[in-house]
């Protein structure tokens, strides 16, 4: 691939102590992923996947070795400056969607706006683009609990993007999802990953989902067993009624 | 996170939990109506009792009266020489006579105080009927108890004509004299326990000489605060001088310990309302422990979640600042009209029993403030240090 190196591992080990015990969760790794990759860490429950993850999102910080993104070692930021990279540079999407409860559907996706320093007006801007791609316009004002999952993790994918970010983490984004909302939730993914060529890094077991990912990283007992290289991706279906191309997710 | 932002976040959370916020917001308004309650009352009767004590210019005013050690007495010589001193507005002497009253054939004894016109408003005196006199020779104001003694009641004693028989004494010679004068009532005084009688000093001018020795003086001085320097060149000269802005320092200093207590109290109300907001804080802490992850993850510095925090106790501890100053002030009026219906049905006086002063009231609503910040700054603290993926991981 000609693109460049967006985030470099090396030797990367991380360990948690659990009262008297150390445990190893994550035991040497090195990878690369290049900018517009679709990468999946695959693997059993306990693999370390989700760990490695939270490294490349800066909420975790290793207990050894390097890790870099766009050449900058995020390990040694400061809390500030994690939030700033937070805010800025990636969009997360988690399982259990995590869904800001207070807050309307329309003021979660303009949340990384606001965290971010933008006006209320900018935020609000944004995320009805935002939730009008995703087709959640009618929901703009509900609260969470009145959404199905499908629909709560449209929203989750719609706040991830709100920044505009490079980099889009998803730590099992279809595991609290029935099939069909979990089948959508993956061709959207593919779509911003083809189209509007955002890096993707994902965390999944379930084998289905491999055929989407440009590189796949399987995972064993805290190691990269082997190295996956996707050169046989699926055509890009229609997605319900949503409009992914890069032009109007940049809007508002 | 713009400000704007912070405080409506803030705002959200107090609105979206309204059961919980309105009783933190009633917890800490019930402790500040307490002091609010209690200090007033104190500020309230403290008034009363100087009020009662004092006019404006009886508070500006000496006693002179003979020293035990005095060689010089009270005389039309020692009155030129303190009008002469700086500062001095006015003298005022009283001379005390025997006076045998006759009205209508009853007849009683009573003192008669020989005084200059403004010797009222020097002591301070207040007429339940009629007033004082001023530019008269045959105008008295007496007592309810003489009224008594001549079965007159008092709301209709005003013009009545008393014959008096005024008994003089010559100081030189212990000699006595009668004089006999006919006054007219003018004003009645409340006391029904002495017979006594206010008469103008000018109805016996032709009997009072330089050798006539008076029983005081009232010293008014121009400026508060020179009082203390007339008063001690007078004291200087071996008299007697007493001012009631020493009685009123001496109940103030009373009162100063009266409402120290009574705030004591409310402060007490105040801590425990605090502890319960405390509480609160710490519990919305655990309950949104899950979206101060999830707001970190999405980029909120460390110092925006401990912003929402402070900001979210202390909205909630000025509004119950804010609601317990008016609960407080609220409650001492309802109070103060239910006691003056009952003074009043019992035939008593309407006083103001509690006096709330501004400074007071914006005082305790910006220390309700301080009092959120103090309790929000542990729980704001705690939630800016959580660890964002261990915080996403709490159920």
Redesign the interface.
């Known amino acids: 691939m000609g693109s460049s190196v967006l985030i470099e591992a090396k030797d990367i080990k991380k360990s948690f102590t659990l009262g008297p015990n150390t445990i190893e969760v994550i035991k040497g790794v090195s990878f690369e992923i290049h900018s517009g990759d679709y990468v999946i860490f695959f693997g059993q429950s306990g693999c370390g996947k989700s760990t490695l993850l939270n490294l490349c999102s800066g909420l975790e910080s290793p207990t050894e070795g390097k890790f870099t993104v766009r050449g900058e070692e995020i390990s040694k930021f400061s809390s500030d400056q994690k939030a700033k990279f937070r805010q800025s540079k990636i969009g997360i999407v988690f399982q259990q969607f995590n869904l800001l409860k207070s807050m309307t559907v329309e003021e979660n996706v303009s949340f990384p706006l606001i965290a971010a320093g933008e006006t209320r007006e900018r935020g609000i801007n944004r995320a009805t683009n935002l939730l009008s791609v995703f087709g959640l316009t009618k929901h703009a004002h509900n609260i969470h609990t009145e959404l199905s999952g499908g629909q709560q993790q449209r929203v989750a994918m719609a706040r991830a993007l709100a920044v505009n970010p490079w980099i889009l983490i998803c730590d099992e984004p279809t595991g609290n999802l029935d099939s069909k909302s979990a089948d959508e939730v993956m061709e959207i993914f593919y779509h911003l990953n083809r189209k509007s060529k955002r890096t993707i890094l994902m965390v999944t077991h379930n084998p289905d989902h491999i055929k989407f990912a440009s590189k796949i990283f399987h995972m064993k007992d805290g190691m990269i067993v082997k190295t996956q290289i996707n050169r046989s991706r699926p055509a890009l279906k229609h997605v319900g009624d949503f409009d992914l191309s890069s032009r109007s997710l940049e809007q508002g | 996170?713009?400000l704007?932002?912070i405080l409506?976040?803030a705002i959200?959370?107090i609105k979206?939990n309204k059961m919980r916020s309105l009783l933190t917001i009633s917890g800490i308004a019930v402790g500040i109506a307490t002091i609010v309650f209690l200090v007033s009352l104190g500020y309230g009767l403290q008034q009363l009792s100087v009020k009662k004590i004092a006019s404006i210019a009886a508070i500006n005013t000496l006693d002179v009266s003979p020293g035990k050690t005095a060689v010089q007495k009270i005389d039309n010589n020692l009155i030129a020489s303190i009008k002469s001193m700086p500062d001095v507005a006015s003298v005022s002497s009283l001379l005390s006579l025997g006076l045998k009253v006759d009205f209508e054939g009853k007849k009683t004894d009573a003192v008669g105080s020989f005084v200059n016109d403004d010797y009222a408003k020097l002591e301070g005196l207040d007429t339940v009927v009629g007033g004082f006199f001023s530019n008269s020779t045959t105008d008295i104001v007496v007592s309810t108890a003489l009224l008594k003694a001549l079965n007159i009641d008092p709301t209709g004693a005003v013009k009545k004509e008393f014959n008096t028989t005024v008994i003089m004494v010559n100081s030189a010679t212990k000699e006595k004299t009668e004089v006999a004068k006919k006054y007219f009532v003018i004003g009645v005084i409340q006391d029904d326990s002495v017979s006594f009688a206010y008469v103008p000093q000018s109805s016996v001018a032709d009997k009072v000489s330089d050798a006539t020795v008076y029983n005081s003086v009232k010293v008014n001085i121009s400026d508060q605060k020179q009082i203390q320097g007339v008063k001690d060149k007078i004291t200087s000269m071996g008299f007697t001088v007493t001012s009631i802005a020493d009685t009123i320092s001496q109940v103030d200093q009373i009162f100063r310990v009266v409402q120290l207590v009574l705030a004591l109290f409310g402060f007490i109300a105040l801590m425990v309302a605090s502890i319960g907001m405390f509480n609160t804080m710490t519990i919305a802490l655990l309950e949104?422990t899950?979206?101060i992850?999830?707001?970190?993850?999405?980029?909120?510095?460390?110092r925006?979640i401990s912003k929402i925090f402070l900001f979210e106790s202390s909205a909630i501890s000025s509004m119950g600042g804010l609601f317990g100053v008016l609960l407080g002030y609220l409650t001492g009026k309802a109070i103060n009209f239910g006691v003056n219906q009952l003074a009043i049905s019992v035939g008593g006086d309407a006083q103001t029993l509690f006096v709330t002063p501004f400074l007071l009231a914006v005082g305790i609503v910006v220390f309700s403030v301080l009092v959120g910040v103090m309790t929000g700054f542990y729980p704001s603290r705690r939630a800016s240090r959580l660890n964002?993926?261990d915080a996403?991981r709490y159920e």
């Not at chain 2, 992850?293 to 460390?302: E, F, P, T, V």
């Open positions: 996170m713009r704007n932002q409506r976040i959200n959370n979206s949104r899950r979206d992850g999830i707001m970190k993850a999405l980029g909120a510095r460390d925006d964002p993926l996403l």
